[in-house]
């Protein structure tokens, strides 16, 4: 091997994504004729609405397809600076606001454009997979803080003065939560805006799954919303991919200080340009407010089945897992059948034909998290094969 080969930059170091790493294998034994329950995929199992499509089609018809700003449309900037202030009570304006292909890359710009060597980032553990990587891209330092599945996942006051420092330079939040289901009380929310605020650290708030809510004891909030000194050191990262089913229409949004949007917009405008410009024509229809039932709807199907999932779950000898309140994922404890993580799900995968995502990538070994975003058969038959599954190991 060429010693150029052992050479890489901090983006050459990056590793593939767990979820959509085992995702892809579920799909490929599925086609290769083996029964596969994939549970493992984070995207809804619902069409986009047909406004959108026919938004979407009809800029296309118009010939709309050629470059926008690299921060996007502007009047989809204006709606999405409208949508930040009505539903978030987030203060902010276009100027703020930037458009991107996915929230994924929204949520990469800002840690980007913010972050770098010597800098700490603070990750919450149970985290989203891409979280680290995208820390790790930049050169600065993960810093990691266990939560617990008996406080919610949530960090405690104590947990977080701990692992402050003067290099802290950002935290991940991500309510409600991948791989967790949970979502962040107002008390821990205004804790962490006042350690932010105090200690001079931005957030970043990733509100993905805002709309898909469960429980009115566990509303979403956004942390912006809360003051004018936290909404002055927040970054609100949102998208279309979940609440609309919009996934492979890859468009995300953000809204950040005055002084880092124009780092991002900088940043976008010579890495992807703008967001393909027929979808952002979708994406304006969507923030309308046009396909608010059928969001709706979908919203409570996933609720149905969260009850679903959970109830069934819990009833397996050995397996325990906190009630999810949000998103469409259930984040299962399996650690008491001798096994780690990723051997129980090769084994649920292999011998069982459900595809689950381990517990490690999220930073959370002994677990492993099963996605709610099929349907009702789907979602019996997968438990019942995880059954079997514990049967065996005992």
């Known amino acids: 091997?060429?010693?150029?080969?052992?050479?890489?930059?901090?983006?050459?170091?990056?590793?593939?994504?767990?979820?959509?790493?085992?995702?892809?294998?579920?799909?490929?034994?599925?086609?290769?004729?083996?029964?596969?329950?994939?549970?493992?995929a984070g995207e809804p199992d619902f069409d986009t609405p047909?406004?959108?499509?026919?938004?979407?089609?009809?800029?296309?018809?118009?010939?709309?397809?050629?470059?926008?700003?690299?921060?996007?449309?502007?009047?989809?900037?204006?709606?999405?600076?409208?949508?930040?202030?009505?539903?978030?009570?987030?203060?902010?304006?276009?100027?703020?606001?930037?458009?991107?292909?996915?929230?994924?890359?929204?949520?990469?710009t800002a840690v980007a454009t913010l972050c770098g060597p010597g800098d700490e980032v603070i990750l919450l553990s149970p985290y989203w997979v891409s979280y680290p990587e995208m820390v790790t891209a930049t050169g600065a330092?993960?810093?990691?803080?266990?939560?617990?599945?008996?406080?919610?996942?949530?960090?405690?006051?104590?947990?977080?003065?701990?692992?402050?420092?003067?290099?802290?330079?950002?935290?991940?939040?991500?309510?409600?939560?991948?791989?967790?289901?949970?979502?962040?009380?107002?008390e821990t929310l205004q804790m962490i805006a006042k350690s932010a605020i105090d200690n001079d650290y931005m957030v970043l708030s990733d509100e993905i799954y805002e709309k898909l809510v469960f429980d009115e004891k566990y509303p979403h909030i956004s942390i912006a919303s809360l003051s004018d000194e936290i909404n002055e050191r927040t970054i609100t990262v949102n998208g279309l991919s979940k609440a609309y089913s919009m996934t492979g229409w890859r468009l995300g949004y953000l809204t950040a200080p005055l002084w880092l949007a124009k780092r991002i917009i900088a940043f976008q405008s010579h890495t992807t340009s703008n967001a393909t410009t027929f979808a952002q024509y979708?994406?304006?229809?969507?923030?309308?407010?046009?396909?608010?039932?059928?969001?709706e709807a979908m919203r409570q199907a996933?609720?149905?089945?969260s009850k679903l999932i959970y109830e069934l779950v819990n009833d397996i000898d050995g397996l325990s897992a906190v009630?999810?309140?949000?998103?469409?994922?259930?984040?299962?404890?399996?650690?008491?059948?001798?096994?780690?993580?990723?051997?129980?799900?090769?084994?649920?995968?292999?011998?069982?034909?459900?595809?689950?995502?381990?517990?490690?990538?999220?930073?959370?070994?002994?677990?492993?998290?099963l996605s709610y975003a099929c349907d009702e058969a789907t979602i019996r038959k997968a438990v019942q094969r995880l059954a079997a599954c514990c049967d065996s190991l005992r």
């Open 1 to 40: 091997m060429s010693k150029i080969q052992n050479i890489s930059g901090f983006m050459g170091k990056m590793q593939p994504s767990a979820t959509l790493s085992i995702t892809s294998k579920a799909k490929e034994l599925k086609a290769a004729g083996r029964d596969i329950c994939s549970m493992s």
């Open 323 to 369: 009630k999810p309140t949000g998103a469409f994922y259930l984040f299962i404890d399996v650690s008491s059948f001798g096994l780690n993580d990723e051997e129980f799900a090769d084994r649920l995968l292999e011998e069982y034909e459900v595809a689950a995502i381990p517990g490690a990538p999220f930073g959370a070994p002994g677990f492993i998290r």
């Open 141 to 186: 330092k993960i810093v990691v803080i266990e939560t617990k599945a008996e406080n919610n996942f949530e960090v405690t006051e104590e947990q977080l003065a701990a692992a402050v420092t003067e290099n802290t330079k950002l935290l991940i939040l991500n309510s409600p939560s991948n791989p967790c289901g949970s979502i962040y009380s107002l």
């Open 282 to 295: 979708g994406a304006l229809e969507a923030l309308k407010g046009s396909v608010d039932d059928e969001v």
């Open 302 to 305: 996933f609720a149905e089945r």
């Open 50 to 108: 047909q406004a959108i499509k026919d938004a979407c089609i009809k800029a296309l018809e118009e010939g709309k397809i050629g470059y926008t700003p690299a921060s996007g449309l502007p009047e989809l900037r204006q709606a999405v600076a409208d949508k930040f202030m009505k539903e978030n009570n987030i203060k902010t304006s276009m100027a703020q606001c930037v458009v991107a292909p996915g929230a994924k890359f929204s949520v990469f």
